[in-house]
């Protein structure tokens, strides 16, 4: 069964573990390894030719999580602070620019070509953390201090929604799946119509960030919803994954998955605390 958060699909990785309501066998109706026989591999096949290596890989745990979602955070946040301090507010403009094109160029890599590892991951996290610090001091010259809050608020979002998946207070169905995709994409389209209509004369969009709207407020409280259920989906992947004997690369993917739910949470934090923050 494929992984319900899109950064975790893909034939080689996105198959899941039985689970109550899932109804099918993880990674195959075989533990991880099946491929290779029908039990799990402990020596050299039978009718192997001598000195055959088997692959060199391993079941992934929690703690290959912990360290690979660690490495990739703490490098958005370097390149983050980094642009923060040193990139002059006369470049700030192209160099964003150039960054999104980059990471966006990236993600869609790995996405779509089914490819996580260090090197994807942490380049990923480095020129996304760039766009990052760029977009956070802009907001921090005009709104002292909502940077910080911001982080405050996305940590507190994260361990709200960790205790919320750990007591199964919200339990991660096909059916909670595919409706937090549904409404992901619905906000991305609506905020690309509302960059349509901005650029073609309407200088407030369609009212979703403008802060003198209640729908602003409306919106940016359902962006960080919904941003918060894609750490559920990403929470029930890493579970499942490590359960059902997933490989050790596959610890990259989630990652990756983390990053991109953490950063979208932020980003809707940060503007959203600017609705209520007076200008400097």
């Known amino acids: 069964m494929e992984s319900r958060n899109p950064a975790f699909r893909g034939d080689a990785f996105g198959r899941r573990a039985a689970g109550p309501g899932y109804g099918t066998a993880g990674y195959g109706a075989q533990p991880y390894g ?88 942490l380049a990923f996290a480095a020129v996304y953390g760039v766009a990052v610090g760029i977009i956070s001091h802009s907001y921090n010259d005009i709104y002292h201090g909502v940077a910080f809050q911001a982080v405050v608020g996305t940590a507190l979002a994260f361990a709200a929604t960790l205790a919320v998946y750990a007591l199964r207070i919200v339990r991660v169905t096909p059916k909670f799946g595919r409706f937090v995709i549904a ?45 918060c259920f894609f750490l559920l989906l990403d929470f029930d992947a890493i579970e499942q994954g490590v359960r059902s004997g997933a ?25 959203l605390l600017s609705y209520f923050s007076g200008r400097d």
């Open 34 to 121: 099946g491929q290779y026989g029908t039990q799990p591999y402990s020596g050299a096949p039978g009718g192997a030719p001598p000195g055959y290596a088997p692959p060199d890989t391993r079941p992934m745990t929690m703690d290959d999580v912990v360290v690979r979602g660690f490495m990739t955070l703490a490098t958005l946040m370097i390149t983050a602070a980094l642009a923060w301090a040193l990139v002059p507010t006369s470049l700030a403009a192209p160099v964003l620019i150039v960054a999104l094109i980059a990471e966006i160029g990236i993600w869609a890599f790995i996405t779509f070509g089914r490819k996580a590892n260090a090197p994807l991951v």
């Open 183 to 227: 409404a992901g994409f619905a906000l991305i389209g609506l905020m690309l119509v509302n960059l349509l209509v901005q650029v073609f004369g309407g200088d407030d969009g369609i009212g979703i960030r403008d802060p003198g709207n209640p729908l602003a407020y409306v919106f940016s409280v359902a962006a960080i919803l919904v941003g």
């Open 247 to 271: 490989p050790e690369k596959f610890a990259w993917y989630c990652a990756f998955g983390l990053v991109l739910s953490l950063v979208w949470i932020y980003l809707e934090m940060l503007r």
